[in-house]
């Protein structure tokens, strides 16, 4: 089993930054990607950013330069840097492991999220 808890969120101004941490646990051996998905107040679950386990990175497209992941091997932590953040980026950010291995054989986990809240 994979464990992924996502901590970082909370209530920032216009323009402001968050750091976004998922932790990973348990028995995983080795995944195709890890992803950031967000999901607004009564809206759909939209893919924000990946990062395969050789690094490349992609985005989706409003992410426009203001967001980096990166994930730290040695922490089993995958991070999200947000810069320039906007009201319309208030949502609840969901961690996402994708082909993940484990000795029960190939799977996709999610976490519970973390709230971000973008207002003045």
């Known amino acids: 089993q994979v464990q992924l808890v996502e901590s970082g969120g909370g209530l920032v101004q216009p323009g402001g930054s968050l750091r976004l941490s998922c932790a990973a646990s348990?028995?995983?051996?080795?995944?195709?990607?890890m992803r950031w998905y967000r999901q607004a107040p009564g809206k759909e679950r939209d893919w924000v950013a990946s990062?395969?386990?050789?690094?490349?990175?992609n985005y989706g497209a409003f992410v426009k330069g203001r967001f980096t992941i990166s994930i730290d091997d040695a922490k089993n932590t995958i991070y999200l840097e947000m810069t320039s953040l906007k009201p319309e980026d208030t949502g609840m950010y969901y961690c996402r492991a994708v082909g993940a291995v484990t000795a029960r054989g190939k799977g996709d986990y999610w976490g519970q999220g973390t709230q971000v809240t973008v207002s003045s």
């Open positions: 348990g028995d995983m051996f080795s995944f195709d990607s």
């Open positions: 990062i395969t386990s050789d690094a490349w990175r």
